[in-house]
């Protein structure tokens, strides 16, 4: 038989995410054979690594309801795939050999999650960290992304119970469904004076609720000792050097940039920064953009409001990014009002318009400021018990104001200009 080769591209992306995640890396690591009898481990071993793991430590910061908080990692090894159980609805298990052998970066937390929103917060930051580094697409419908859950009850003061391990999590509602349909089994258990057994349990997508798979074996079962067709790993110092100069700037960086550079709100940089793309996207557009803050809230509303209805992704979007932030000057200069630029973008977008011809037409009927100062004189003359009210102090009636305006131009102007005009023609209100 073929004898195991270690594939040196998956030690570099590994010491990638360790380095991106704070681990320390170890200079020396071993593999060691995992000895189990399981369907989908034919030679009925497993080339992991075990008390000599790859990297230790590290985190990953989330945001919870409560603020900030650090998921610390207790180590990360790489080992080698299973075949991929299929549980079928009518209770069948297929098994798919094409992934084994393949390698995989096991990442094990410490006990710091405390409820099924924190482990969702945290796999959805992790596969975010893991795009940025493009390690992995980390699709879990392609196993790509993998977890089995451990989760323990405890009553306040005391130690932690046994643990139960959920799989056949395959996607992140799973693991959120999974845990918390855990949780609710495991308080009525020991509610009602039972004990709860370490065990490892299959999560049913169909039946929405948790079954048992085995029994859980304890550590020294796998009967783990070193691979004799391996040698050990050993990284060197002018790896690590070389692989820290082609780490990104991870999302955590680049919100924080955002925020400083373009002067744009925190809510704007963290939906741009949880896509590399369209970060990217949105920085090549910002060269162009004079309005950082519009530019961010049109491709936040206007860009991701058509990309998902399309299932399409920043790549595929028709418009240039520079395209886009001259296209939006026009809005920023008040020659363009923002309805007729959305106006504008949805004809480019759904009829396949040129962008350019309709941005041409419609300066070519954008009101002139003569005929616009003629309008707002007549709304006036026309509202003066509106104009009396906003004097006396009723500042709401300005927006009726502004919608006469805009009503009689039929929308060729710009509503930031005609709030501006208003306000110098009426004067300020009585406090």
């Avoid at 090894?77 to 098994?95: F, M, P, Q, R, Y």
């Avoid at 990284?235 to 955002?258: A, G, N, S, Y």
């Avoid at 936040?300 to 399309?310: D, Q, S, T």
């Avoid at 006469?404 to 709030?419: C, F, I, L, P, S």
Wanted: with cysteine.
């Amino acid at each position: 038989g073929a004898l195991p080769a270690l594939n040196e591209e998956a030690v570099r992306l590994a010491l990638k995410v360790a380095l991106a995640l704070h681990a320390d890396i170890h200079k020396l690591s071993r593999f060691y054979r995992k000895n189990y009898f399981y369907p989908d481990l034919p030679k009925g071993y497993q080339i992991t690594q075990y008390t000599e793991s790859l990297a230790t430590g590290g985190y990953i910061e989330i945001e919870t309801s409560k603020g900030y908080k650090k998921i610390r990692l207790e180590r990360m090894n790489i080992e080698e795939e299973a075949a991929k159980s299929i549980h079928t609805d009518t209770g069948e298990v297929l098994l798919d050999y094409n992934r084994s052998g393949i390698p995989l970066l096991e990442m094990v937390t410490l006990p710091d999650m405390n409820s099924p929103e924190e482990a969702r917060t945290f796999l959805e930051k992790l596969r975010l960290i893991l795009r940025y580094l493009e390690v992995s697409e980390c699709d879990m419908e392609k196993g790509e992304l993998r977890v089995d859950a451990n989760i323990s009850l405890r009553k306040p003061g005391e130690k932690l119970g046994v643990k139960v391990e959920l799989k056949n999590l395959n996607s992140f509602k799973s693991v959120y469904d999974g845990l918390n349909y855990e949780i609710e089994r495991q308080k009525k258990i020991l509610q009602g004076g039972g004990t709860v057994i370490q065990e490892t349990r299959l999560w049913d997508e169909y039946k929405k609720e948790t079954r048992t798979m085995r029994v859980k074996e304890e550590a020294h079962d796998y009967r783990y000792f070193p691979e004799p067709d391996l040698p050990p790993l050993v990284v060197q110092d002018t790896e690590i050097e070389e692989l820290k100069k082609t780490l990104p700037e991870l999302p955590d960086e680049k919100l924080k940039r955002f925020v400083s550079q373009y002067n744009i709100g925190k809510d704007q940089a963290r939906i741009l920064s949880l896509n590399k793309n369209l970060a990217d996207y949105f920085e090549r557009a910002a060269q162009v953009a004079e309005d950082k803050r519009l530019l961010a809230n049109w491709i936040n509303v206007e860009i991701l409001g058509y990309l998902n209805e399309n299932n399409l992704g920043i790549q595929e979007f028709r418009i240039h990014a520079e395209e886009l932030g001259e296209f939006l000057n026009y809005v920023s200069r008040g020659k363009l009002s923002y309805n007729m630029a959305k106006d504008i973008f949805k004809k480019t977008l759904y009829n396949e318009e040129s962008l350019k011809h309709l941005l041409e037409e419609a300066l070519s009927s954008t009101i002139s400021s003569q005929e616009l100062e003629k309008i707002i004189n007549k709304v006036l003359e026309e509202n003066q018990e509106l104009v009396e009210k906003f004097r006396n102090g009723k500042t709401g009636v300005l927006g009726a104001l502004i919608g006469k305006v805009m009503k009689e131009t039929r929308g060729r102007a710009d509503a930031r200009k005609v709030k501006e005009i208003l306000e110098s023609k009426i004067g300020s209100p009585k406090t």
